[in-house]
């Protein structure tokens, strides 16, 4: 089998991008924010009390909601910055199998 067989895109000039796949769009920032600026504004007012008396009068509800948001932003960002990782990886490999293929061979 030849090296570049089983992967026929070998030449293909979007392997050479830097953000062709993994790319983060700008309305995922958008929406990672509101949900951090929300999130933190659920307990904001209990922040001044905690700090005065060591105390918190929220319910409990708020910081499960919290929580809920907070992992909503959180396993996303890992999720893509691990595939845009692996990507990379791969786009590595392949530019290092290209300086092996022979000119005249079709893949």
């Given at each position: 089998?030849?090296?570049g067989a089983a992967i026929p895109a070998l030449d293909d000039p979007a392997l050479d991008e830097k953000d062709n796949i993994g790319s983060?769009?700008?309305?995922f920032?958008?929406?990672?924010?509101?949900?951090?600026?929300?999130?933190?504004?659920?307990?904001?007012?209990?922040?001044l009390p905690?700090?005065?008396?060591?105390?918190?009068?929220?319910?409990?509800s708020r910081f499960i909601?919290?929580?809920?948001?907070?992992?909503?932003v959180t396993l996303p960002l890992?999720?893509?910055r691990s595939i845009e990782c692996v990507f990379g990886l791969v786009r590595e490999r392949m530019q290092y199998w290209r300086q092996f293929r022979k000119p005249w061979t079709r893949f």
């Open positions: 089998m030849k090296l983060i769009s700008r309305w920032w958008v929406a990672n924010g509101a949900l951090t600026a929300f999130a933190g504004s659920l307990v904001f007012g209990s922040l905690l700090l005065k008396t060591g105390t918190i009068h929220e319910h409990w909601v919290i929580t809920f948001c907070l992992s909503i890992i999720n893509n």
